[in-house]
DNA sequence: AAAGAGCGCACAATTCTCCT
DNA sequence: AGGAGAATTGTGCGCTCTTT
């Protein structure tokens, strides 16, 4: 492997001459830069990613921090996000570092990453990961809201408590009193935002959301979200009164409409499922097709990229920016005035 | 004798000062 | 314009010395 002294030896110039020709942040002559690119190129010579970081003291690599679940899922959520992520980034010369290590306490296992900033996905209540970022000196921006009471932290979200209680409205508009919904996991930010606006809005019709109607997602129950929707819906029919089923993922309303098709329950007939967060494909692919609500995940991914690009080049103050969502009206539930604050159809 | 602590160096590139 | 030499960066290795 040829290094910078290589080609400084056989070119006839200093390791500080070579540095330049690549970097190009000093001027070098024609006669002399021709000479250093045609050595390396006969050495095969690369300037050594590691050892400009070494110097440097940066990596333009940013880490995008998100666990994959036990069954390996990979929802459309996230590839979108990620695309948004990438695309900001590459426009301004950053690799993505996908880091899908599940978080873990054991302080002997962590590194400092080579990275220059950090994207961090799915926040919980108790977050242990912004104040090691923190620490490590890493500047970091959150995907979802962090928890109010730990120290601020830079953040890009869905206004989910609005989005929340906006379709809480439409659904008692249109008639449905009983809702079942079928949340994230408990210690999930986004959790108690989607349950408090739901609550929000019936309690604004002067109705009360009853707590037998609201689920956690607790992975050591379910193993897949698919089957989280199949089992709550299969353990409720008929036990609990409900005309709607709000379910924080695609996948959990597929497995409410499996769970109904063995029940001989009809959707939208006797049952309306409206999923947080659209999967268009899988959306239109599945019988009767399915009401979503858009979080717009690569404009969150490329928000989150914007805002740490400019944390990386001048530290400030903790912001934050929230990205609208908007009601896309299939056949599974039917929503008035479905694009109100929202934009797509 | 084994284990542990501590030191110095190498790695590859950048960047600085001083010099021609 | 550009060369020489040194400092710098974090990690890992090899070595010596000390402790158990």
Same mark, same amino acid.
């Given at each position: 492997?040829?290094?910078?002294?290589?080609?400084?030896?056989?070119?006839?110039?200093?390791?500080?001459?070579?540095?330049?020709?690549?970097?190009?942040?000093?001027?070098?002559?024609?006669?002399?830069?021709?000479?250093?690119?045609?050595?390396?190129?006969?050495?095969?010579?690369?300037?050594?990613?590691?050892?400009?970081?070494?110097?440097?003291?940066?990596?333009?690599?940013?880490?995008?921090?998100?666990?994959?679940?036990?069954?390996?899922?990979?929802?459309?959520?996230?590839?979108?996000?990620?695309?948004?992520?990438?695309?900001?980034?590459?426009?301004?010369?950053?690799?993505?570092?996908?880091?899908?290590?599940?978080?873990?306490?054991?302080?002997?296992?962590?590194?400092?990453?080579?990275?220059?900033?950090?994207?961090?996905?799915?926040?919980?209540?108790?977050?242990?990961?912004?104040?090691?970022?923190?620490?490590?000196?890493?500047?970091?921006?959150?995907?979802?809201?962090?928890?109010?009471?730990?120290?601020?932290?830079?953040?890009?979200?869905?206004?989910? =408590?609005?989005?929340?209680?906006? !379709?809480? #409205?439409?659904?008692? %508009?249109?008639?449905? *009193?009983?809702? +079942?919904?079928?949340? /994230?996991?408990?210690?999930?930010?986004?959790?108690?935002?989607?349950?408090?606006?739901?609550?929000?809005?019936?309690?604004?019709?002067?109705?009360?959301?009853?707590?037998?109607?609201?689920?956690?997602?607790?992975?050591?129950?379910?193993?897949?979200?698919?089957?989280?929707?199949?089992?709550?819906?299969?353990?409720?029919?008929?036990?609990?009164?409900?005309?709607?089923?709000?379910?924080?993922?695609?996948?959990?309303?597929?497995?409410?409409?499996?769970?109904?098709?063995?029940?001989?329950?009809?959707?939208?007939?006797?049952?309306?499922?409206?999923?947080?967060?659209?999967?268009?494909?899988?959306?239109?692919?599945?019988?009767?097709?399915?009401?979503?609500?858009?979080?717009?995940?690569?404009?969150?991914?490329? =928000?989150?990229?914007?805002?740490? !690009?400019? #944390?990386?080049?001048? %530290?400030?103050?903790? *912001?934050?920016? +929230?990205?609208?969502? /908007?009601?896309?009206?299939?056949?599974?539930?039917?929503?008035?005035?479905?694009?109100?604050?929202?934009?797509?159809?």
């Amino acid at each position: 492997m040829a290094t910078i002294a290589d080609v400084a030896r056989e070119a006839g110039v200093s390791k500080a001459t070579v540095s330049s020709v690549f970097s190009k942040k000093r001027p070098i002559s024609a006669e002399v830069t021709e000479r250093v690119y045609a050595v390396a190129k006969r050495l095969g010579y690369y300037p050594n990613h590691i050892a400009v970081s070494l110097s440097l003291k940066k990596t333009m690599i940013i880490g995008l921090q998100m666990s994959v679940t036990n069954a390996g899922e990979w929802p459309a959520f996230n590839a979108e996000m990620v695309s948004g992520v990438i695309q900001v980034c590459a426009e301004s010369g950053y690799r993505v570092l996908l880091d899908t290590l599940p978080e873990n306490s054991d302080r002997t296992t962590m590194t400092m990453d080579p990275v220059d900033g950090v994207i961090l996905l799915n926040p919980a209540q108790e977050d242990k990961r912004l104040d090691r970022f923190r620490q490590m000196n890493i500047p970091a921006v959150v995907i979802g809201r962090p928890n109010p009471s730990s120290t601020p932290a830079c953040y890009v979200d869905n206004n989910n =408590e609005e989005m929340m209680f906006r !379709l809480g #409205l439409s659904l008692l %508009a249109q008639g449905h *009193r009983q809702v +079942l919904f079928l949340n /994230a996991a408990a210690n999930m930010t986004v959790a108690q935002d989607r349950y408090e606006g739901l609550r929000a809005a019936y309690r604004s019709q002067g109705l009360d959301f009853p707590i037998t109607h609201h689920f956690h997602y607790d992975w050591h129950k379910h193993p897949t979200a698919d089957e989280y929707g199949y089992q709550t819906i299969a353990d409720t029919a008929g036990l609990l009164p409900y005309t709607v089923v709000i379910t924080d993922q695609m996948h959990i309303a597929i497995g409410v409409m499996r769970a109904a098709r063995e029940l001989g329950i009809s959707i939208p007939e006797q049952l309306s499922l409206v999923a947080l967060g659209d999967d268009a494909i899988l959306a239109q692919e599945v019988s009767p097709s399915l009401t979503a609500v858009d979080l717009q995940p690569r404009q969150l991914g490329a =928000e989150a990229a914007r805002m740490l !690009l400019d #944390l990386i080049q001048r %530290a400030g103050e903790p *912001r934050h920016r +929230l990205v609208d969502t /908007a009601f896309v009206v299939r056949e599974s539930c039917s929503l008035p005035n479905p694009n109100s604050g929202g934009k797509k159809g």
